[in-house]
């Protein structure tokens, strides 16, 4: 029986999984969780991982619905993977500010003076962005697909960080960026490397290419959020620091008791990622919350071209 609305909000955290994985099994959905969300919704998720990945699992799986825990540009991506399911984004205010800090427009005005550009799109972008894209790529599989890319004049939207720790890594196209990326990662300073390894002295320090080029330079690892899990879990050291969302360190200590994990910034909390509540995913397993995602066929279509152009190169 589903519980009253005041049996609800005295409910602890465990009791309401429950009733979670009661309802999700009951209504055959799917739950995604990104690996920046809280632990207690990870526990309740099918799925846990990176934003790619994650869409890749919801393609494969058997269920007509699925119900992304993340950001809006996520739930998107699953959607244009999965165009006949029914994709729910569990909270609708959850957007990721820097997938929607450039327009389509822009990127047609940019395209038209410059010819023969090849223009590059973070995965992290609107579906609306993306139909005016080459290609997609995730912070994983940038440097690998740009490096694949026929044309060496390549525009690299929307992050200049990720876009300049790819130009580095490619230097022989000429890759140019735009001022464009994430408030959360942008923000840490070279004074957190400094602090913290103070702190942490023999400590690894592990980062998102999304940080500062300061900060990536000074980082022993660089890699996604899934690059940076698998090198922890399989690195031999005991002390990391870890310069991405909060949530990668606090999960690490959970799958990796032996080790130690320290944030780079406490800072380093995306507010958006972490809008979703359990409520949130309740609500939306009884269909009175979150918000469905819908997408015109033209624009899916459109979009899908540089997604498979991604997993076609990656
Ligand atoms: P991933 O694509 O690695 O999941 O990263 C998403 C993101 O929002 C990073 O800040
Ligand atoms: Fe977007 Fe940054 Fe939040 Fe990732 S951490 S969802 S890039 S704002």
Redesign the pocket.
């Given at each position: 029986m589903r519980p009253l609305e005041k049996e609800l909000i005295t409910m602890k955290i465990p009791e309401l999984q429950q009733e979670i994985l009661r309802l999700k099994k009951e209504k055959d959905v799917c739950i995604l969780a990104h690996s920046?969300q809280t632990r207690e919704i990870t526990e309740v998720a099918d799925f846990t991982g990176d934003s790619f990945a994650l869409s890749v699992e919801a393609s494969r799986v058997k269920n007509k619905t699925v119900i992304m825990c993340?950001?809006r540009f996520m739930a998107e991506t699953v959607k244009l993977l999965s165009p006949e399911k029914t994709v729910f984004l569990a909270n609708a205010t959850a957007g990721?500010?820097?997938?929607e800090q450039m327009d389509k427009e822009m990127i047609a005005a940019f395209k038209k003076e410059n010819p023969g550009v090849t223009v590059v799109a973070y995965i992290?972008t609107t579906t609306d962005l993306k139909t005016v894209c080459d290609v997609c790529v995730t912070s994983s599989s940038a440097v690998k697909i740009v490096k694949k890319l026929p044309g060496d004049d390549i525009l690299f939207i929307p992050?200049c960080n990720l876009g300049s720790f790819v130009a580095k890594n490619v230097p022989d196209k000429n890759i140019r960026t735009l001022k464009g990326g994430?408030?959360?990662?942008a923000a840490v300073e070279y004074s957190a490397v400094e602090e913290a390894r103070m702190r942490h002295p023999g400590a690894l320090l592990l980062v998102h290419p999304?940080c500062v080029p300061k900060v990536t330079e000074a980082a022993d690892y660089v890699g996604s959020t899934k690059g940076i899990i698998d090198f922890a879990m399989n690195c031999e050291g005991r002390d990391f620091i870890i310069g991405t969302?909060i949530a990668i360190a606090s999960h690490l200590s959970y799958e990796c008791p032996g080790k130690n994990f320290y944030p780079l910034s406490k800072e380093l909390i995306?507010p958006?990622?972490k809008a979703t509540t359990l409520i949130d995913v309740y609500n939306t397993l009884l269909g009175q919350g979150g918000e469905e995602m819908i997408l015109d066929g033209e624009t899916m279509e459109k979009a899908r071209v540089c997604i498979d152009r991604m997993i076609e190169l990656g």
């Open positions: 920046y993340g950001v990721c500010p820097m997938a992290n992050d994430c408030p959360i990662h999304e969302e995306c958006n990622m």
